[in-house]
């Protein structure tokens, strides 16, 4: 957003937030529509490979979320950072976040030479197991294009430049889906791949991605005066400091992913149909979550932008329009999922096996209740944990979160299974007392008004 486009927007109103956060909304939505697809061509595929994808999927992200945090932070950084006015600072943000990503992403790649030994810990049906194997140490090895792709697209976010994230991201969604429907089934020369080909969709349209992030950024920071080029060296105090706030941002979503992958292990262990009746119920979740974190990252972003301009009182007005959109956004996806289920089941159902299929979807259906029940606290999970993050609280919703994970749904999953053999819908109870725990929690902080006092970046003075 130009300096000229922002003074239309009255700071802190709705309009505003609707600029930035429709744009990140889309974006998210079409990252979550990667997955749908993936998950929807291999339903017709086979059962077992529906079942490995989300345990896999999942898997891969909870072991890169450490570093995706420190990435997706670099937003934050810019946000507090533009708002004071400084280019210079915003350029080598960039330039660490590169280096960063690099590193990591490179070291993570490694986590596919476990696949195997990891995945028989599980101990699900043997098909299933080969596929999440394959779909897994596929992914891994994608892990700097991940990155890279979140550390790039928070340069144009905290800038609040979130329509080029938009349009990045559409296109990385078009080329998935070409590749999807070439690779998993075959056409001419290319034999059918099946899972393996849905992971490889996935990690060329991430390169491509990137790619296209770092394009337009070269451009824009010669037409904007950011010194790009002047920035290019490794900044100890600078880098240090967005490993410091990052760091627990990505613990954070580690410690929520590995409660929600041991869940899924658990499950898997009821049976093929139990687990893809799951993550198919998660995938039609998605749809709906995951364009929140995009409504979720534009406060971040906008509440970092105030703190860094010293107006507090501005990020409380933009928090309470984005809870009134993401209460109206969830509560559309929530009466879909208690009146029109067979609906939104009908994509996946329609070249899928008969009646294997049929007893998928009816339990389906029964967990989509579930959904509804949570999806509002959802929303007041993301928009208070996101904008007390702008701010640079990042520490505790880390450490709550630990806990939370721990004794609200991992311990109780696990005394679920072994003291009582495992029950589908008890699991399902499980989880929503946990999402419901973590929207209370978020609020109650987020009021305490301890976000006001803080910041990312230094004082002016430090930097003279």
């Known amino acids: ?17 609707l600029m930035v956060a429709l744009p990140l909304m889309v974006s998210f939505g079409s990252q979550s529509l990667i997955s749908f697809v993936d998950r929807m061509l291999l339903t017709w595929h086979s059962n077992s490979a529906l079942a490995a994808t989300m345990p896999a999927g999942m ?3 909870t072991i890169i979320s450490f570093a995706l ?16 006015g400084r280019k210079d600072r915003v350029a080598g943000v960039v330039w660490q976040s ?34 999440e194997v394959i779909y897994f140490s596929t992914l891994c090895l994608g892990t700097p294009a991940v990155l890279l792709v979140n550390a790039l697209s928070g340069f144009f976010a905290g800038r609040s430049r979130t329509a080029i994230v938009m349009w990045v991201n559409l296109f990385a969604v078009v080329i998935n889906l070409g590749l999807d429907a070439v690779l998993i089934f075959g056409a001419g020369p290319i034999p059918a791949q099946g899972i393996f080909g849905a992971a490889i969709a996935t990690v060329c349209a991430n390169i491509l991605a990137t790619l296209l992030f770092a394009g337009i950024l070269v451009y824009h920071c010669h037409r904007d005066g950011y010194p790009l080029w002047s920035k290019l060296g490794l900044d100890l105090d600078l880098c240090g400091r967005m490993i410091w706030y990052g760091v627990p941002v990505g613990l954070q979503i580690f410690v929520d992913l590995f409660g929600y992958t041991t869940f899924l292990f658990f499950v898997g262990k009821l049976g093929t149909a139990e687990l893809a009746a799951t993550n198919l119920a998660f995938n039609l979740n998605s749809l709906a979550f995951i364009p929140m974190l995009g409504l979720g990252t534009a406060v971040m972003t906008l ?19 984005a809870v009134v959109l993401g209460m109206t956004y969830m509560g559309i996806w929530c009466i879909a999922y208690l009146f029109m289920p067979r609906l939104l089941i009908s994509p996946f159902s329609a070249y899928a096996a008969g009646a294997d299929f049929e007893q998928i979807e009816a339990t389906a259906i029964l967990l989509l209740r579930f959904i509804a029940v949570y999806g509002m606290f959802d929303v007041f999970g ?23 994970s721990i004794f609200v749904l991992v311990i109780p999953s696990a005394v679920l299974w072994v003291f009582w053999g495992g029950n589908l819908y008890a699991s399902w109870v499980i989880v929503t007392s946990y999402i419901v725990l973590v929207g209370v929690v978020m609020y109650a902080r987020y ?15 430090e930097t003279a």
């Open 59 to 61: 898997l891969n992200w």
């Open 447 to 461: 009021r305490q008004g301890k976000w006001k006092q803080m910041s990312v970046i230094e004082a002016r003075s």
């Open 1 to 17: 957003m130009s300096a000229e486009t922002q003074h239309r927007y009255t700071p802190g109103s709705a309009h505003e937030l």
């Open 303 to 321: 509440v970092g932008r105030r703190v860094g301009e010293g107006a507090p009182g501005l990020a409380e007005a933009t928090v309470r329009h």
């Open 69 to 84: 945090g420190v990435a997706n932070y670099a937003g934050t950084f810019v946000a507090q950072y533009e708002g004071a």
């Open 382 to 404: 993301i928009v208070y944990a996101y904008a007390i993050r702008g701010a640079g609280d990042s520490v505790f919703p880390f450490l709550f979160f630990l806990f939370a």
């Open 98 to 131: 590169i280096w960063i990503c690099l590193v990591f992403g490179s070291a993570l790649a490694s986590c596919s030479l476990a696949a195997p030994w990891i995945f028989a810990l599980a101990d699900h049906p043997p098909d299933v197991q080969r596929n």
